[in-house]
């Protein structure tokens, strides 16, 4: 046992004094994480939280909650969900895909260009990116007019950009790069050892993804998954950018009642509604994390 | 006594007597408060006015976009005179936004001038609120409707619009009215700016397609039908009507304000595209009038006072291109009446402004835009504050699920 | 030729298709923005107009500098948990990383309106406060990259032998982790960069003013111009990535070479 090893003692913790040393290492290190996102994430969520348990005057109240499980509200939440799920499956199966190839067949320096491309693409958003996507996509894009000319009329055919579908077009975008950043270290794990290992044992390659690959990296795509139903869950700005309120969705309601013109006095149903978003996402967050755990063990 | 001496005792009163004069003048001049000044006599007179607001040389707007009933040229026009640098805090954000704002912001970013819709300042004046807005009454105060005013002047309603149909040129048939716009040729064409939940001009223009299919002001019903029998023929694309999107084609007819009319035209121009502009002949809805006010914690005061002066300015003079270096030596009550008044300026951008009666009979008023205004004879529905409130619920209720 | 070779094949034709993906949108948008309708010609009038306008300059210097103090604030508190949990601290890393995604669970504007009354008034007119609220944005994207790339070096050997060698915590993580992953930190760089670029709902309904507000107010006037900018903040973050990463070694490669 080196010293080295034997300073850092059978837990991997630093043997520097008794439980007091191991509380003292782990507040250090959690320390600046935990204070900056309570004074950066969880204040402004704290009053968010505290108002949408007020009426217009004060008084506590449970009415905006009352409201969420109504009309039109309800449909929003339906259609959010729904938004969520279908851009999830959409863009989760190529980015799996694309995170395989790129891991397993690309060069370090590739892997480290996607990986930055992905940073830079899966925070795209809003306007610029509706706007791309309309010149391209919309009534006179560019593809719309390409794909004219080999035969193919999308907007005959009842595709519209402005539609379900078309967000989720649009979203896969920067959920695709997403996928490739969150599923990448998953097929890295993926040591080669087993694949050789199953090959000396006489399986050949559809045996190993059916006993081996899958189950092993299935647990990683279905938290990657979640992750991608909550980002697609709550984004605003591209939406916000590209519809005119007929595809109900709860973002875009939230911003309505926050930042609108019509109707001011609801303030705190926004609110509310935030938090509604909040606990969906929470819920479907933490079978992530379960199966996270879970898949991790593969991964070390 | 000899004459020396007397003139001695002349000079030195002389002196005595200009610097207890010039003293006095200024303290005076100091002593005006000009965030407690209610109107222009309190102010000391336009000179008093127009000199407090040069000194304090900066005004904090908000909300406030160029091509918005010519805003832009009113703040040109506003800058070069009184040479006063005009800062606009987030050019395309809401009422709902400048409300926040005075509720939160620190004091730096404080606006001095909001221009809010009626629907927001309902929910800000009243009972037991805080007092937002400083009492302010503009020399033409008594003109401005009583309907559209608060008593002590705290706030005042600014210029209104109607509802039209922008169109691009190339469409065809070239539409008329509302009733038009389910015309199959116009597949995909027709979007509205927004979310009539969020915006005055996308739920006015439900209002209009009301009136157009037998619905009145009190029944919105009838508009909301006629936009889901849009949706379900494919006219009505769920695109945003932004000036973007026109340019990129993915919409051909929108429903505007007459006020952003003229700016949208020249914006597609410079883009290379031919916009158009008609009031439709089946339904003329007209907007509450927008409502102006000084906020209670303004940061430049007297430049608040004299900013509010302009826009009620019933004034027909220069605009900023026609100023020349001499105008702007002028004093300031003659410079003042120099310039072009804010309400001809709304004129000019396609908006009526709220002193309209009062200047079409002192034919002060200029002509606006050609095609901009209301066809003479057509009745104007224009729906009340509360006559929204009614409207808004059915919208909120069933736009989502159009 | 090696990417057609029937092992590579598939990760080329996979590459091309989502280069296509990303790269078509973008060119359409950048084809209305070389556009000089009046003299009916294709050209950079537009870009010329923004690049000229007075304070370009300075806006998008703000949120170039918001950027890397996003970055920074990103990796001073990110570091060390990270490498303390890759270390022994394996017990917390559910705990860190169910905290990295809290920030995608609210929409942003319900946290730019809690922010605008849980903040405190000078927190609302320095810019500096910005990059705390992007760092807060970016943290699920940058934990997960920087986890990523610091479990793809031994880690353990590295500081072990830093360690052993005498060096401090800080001297550890600052002049020899840090270094190793290199591409992770510039990552999470462009990460930073592309939202400070992007991000318009906080910046302005928190009154600061950054490149992404000054865009709107110039874009009233002219709509060919606007949509240049948004094109030239897209391809602008692109073009540095690629060049950085022109010049920039691949980690392992490094590594390797450190190791013989």
Redesign the interface.
Known sequence: M????A??NR???PAWGTLTGRWA??A???L???V??C???F??????FVSSFQDNNGAFSLLNYADVFK??IL??MR?SLGLAFCSALVSAVPGA??AF??ES?????LR??I???S???????????A?????????????TGFLKLIGIDI?GAGF????FWGLVVVY??FQ?P?MV??F??AI?GLRREWNEAAKTLGANGAQFWRYIGVPLLFPSFLSAFL?LF??AF????TAR????????L???????L????????E?NL??AL?VA??VV??VA?IP??II??RA?RW?R | MNLKRVVAIAAASAVALSATVSISTAAQAASVNYCKVTNLKTAGGMDALVKAAKKEGALNVITLPRDWANYGEAMDLFSKAFGIKITDDNPD?????E?QTIKTAPAAKQPDVVDI?V??L??VIGAGQDKLFANYKVANFAAIPSKWKDANGAWYGDYNGIIGIAYDASVSPAPTKIADLTNPAYK??V??????????E??MSVYAAALANGGSLDNIQPGLDFFKKL?ASGN??????TP??YI????KISLTWNFNAPGNIAGAKAAGKNLKFVIPSDAVVAGTPYIQAINAKAPHCAAARLWEEFLYSENKGKYTADLTAKDLKLSGSKLFNTIMGGQNIWVSGGAAPILQADMTAKKTIISGPDGFNVPKGAKVYQPSPDQQVTG?TLV??????? | MKFLSP??L??TI??LV?AI??F??????G??SLREPLKQTHGFDNYVWFFTAPDFGKYLGISFGLAVLSAL?LL???V??VI??N????R???F????S???????????????Q???PDFAQTNEVILA??F??L?M??AY??L??GL??IPLKTIV?AA??LGASWFHTIVRVVIPVVR??V???L??T???SL?E??LTS?LHWDTFTTWVTTMSQSNILGA?SL??F??VA??VL??AI?IF?R????TVAQEEN
């Open positions: 080196t010293q080295t090893e300073r850092l837990k991997g913790v290492a782990i250090v290190a959690l600046p994480l935990l900056f996102m004074v950066f994430f204040a402004p969520l704290l009053d968010v009309e039109p449909t929003a259609t895909i694309l190839l790129i067949r690309g060069s370090e320096r480290q260009i990986a930055s491309i940073g830079v693409l899966a925070n795209t958003g809003g306007v610029p990116l706007f791309m996507f309309v010149a391209a996509l919309g009534l006179e894009g560019s593809a907007y519209s950009l402005y539609t896969a975008y695709i997403l950043i969150v990448s270290p890295h992750l909550a980002s709550s984004a605003y700005a950018a590209m519809t005119n309120g007929t595809i109900a709860v973002p875009l309601m939230i911003g309505n926050l930042d609108g013109n019509v109707i001011f006095d303030v926004a609110k935030a978003m909040v996402t929470l967050m992530y994390l996270q755990r991790e991964q | 954000g809401s009422s709902a936004y409300i819709g629907s927001a309902n929910g995909g064409l979007a509205l700016t927004g979310d009539p939940t969020a915006g005055q996308p739920f949706k009505f694309s769920a695109t945003k009507a973007e999107n990129a084609g993915a919409y808004k909120a209720a069933q736009w989502p699920t159009l | 092992r590579q598939p990760l996979g590459l989502a993906f990303v078509f949108p973008l060119i359409s948008a084809e209305f604030i001073v508190i990110l060390p948990t303390w949990l270390l022994g601290g394996a917390f890393r559910g860190v990383e169910f905290i995604l809290l920030p995608l669970v609210i929409p942003v504007v319900a946290l730019a309106i809690g922010a009354t849980a903040l705390f609220m760092a807060v970016a699920p994207y997960r990259t986890d990523t479990r793809s072990e360690r052993g591409s992770t510039t990552s999470a462009f990460m960069l592309a939202l992007g318009f709902t309904l949509i948004s094109v903040s897209l973050v692109f990535l690629l990463s920039i691949p980690t392992s490669n």
